[in-house]
C-alpha cells in the first residue's frame, strides 16, 4: 500500500516561506503524479501543483504561480513544495497526493499539515 506523510507546515508571517515536504512509501508503479492540494476553513479543496515523475512538467495554481514551486527527489520518493511570499490567503490544510499516470483521480493522499499565513 501507499502511504504518504506530509510535514513543514506551521505559523508564518505574510511575505516570509516555508517548504512542505511529502515522504512516500510502498509505491508499486513507476509513472505517476504527485499532487499539492490545500483546503482552507469553510472553503473547497483546490489543487495546488503537480508534477510528474517521468519528465519533471509541472502546473501550478494560477493565484500561487511565481510564488510556489514543486520539486521532486524520485530516488527518495520525496516531494517538496517551496512556499515564497506567502499571503494569509494561503492558509490552509495542505494536502500532497499521489496517482498513476494510468488513472484520473489521485488515490493516495497524505494526512495534511496546517500553513498559517498572518497577516
Known amino acids: 500500500d501507499v502511504q504518504l506523510q506530509a510535514s513543514g507546515g506551521g505559523l508564518v508571517q505574510a511575505g516570509g516561506s516555508l517548504r512542505l515536504s511529502c515522504a512516500a512509501s510502498?509505491?508499486?508503479?513507476?509513472?505517476?503524479?504527485i499532487g499539492w492540494f490545500r483546503q482552507a476553513p469553510g472553503k473547497e479543496r483546490e489543487g495546488v501543483a503537480c508534477?510528474?515523475?517521468?519528465?519533471?512538467?509541472?502546473n501550478y495554481l494560477d493565484s500561487v504561480k511565481g510564488r510556489f514551486t514543486i520539486s521532486r527527489d524520485n530516488a527518495k520518493y520525496t516531494w517538496y513544495l517551496q512556499m515564497n511570499s506567502l499571503k494569509p490567503e494561503d492558509t490552509a490544510v495542505y494536502y500532497c497526493?499521489?496517482?498513476?499516470?494510468?488513472?484520473?483521480?489521485?488515490?493516495?493522499w497524505g494526512q495534511g499539515t496546517l500553513v498559517t499565513v498572518s497577516s
Open positions: 497526493a499521489v496517482r498513476s499516470t494510468a488513472e484520473i483521480e489521485y488515490k493516495y
Open positions: 508534477i510528474s515523475s517521468t519528465d519533471g512538467s509541472a
Open positions: 510502498g509505491f508499486t508503479f513507476d509513472d505517476y503524479h
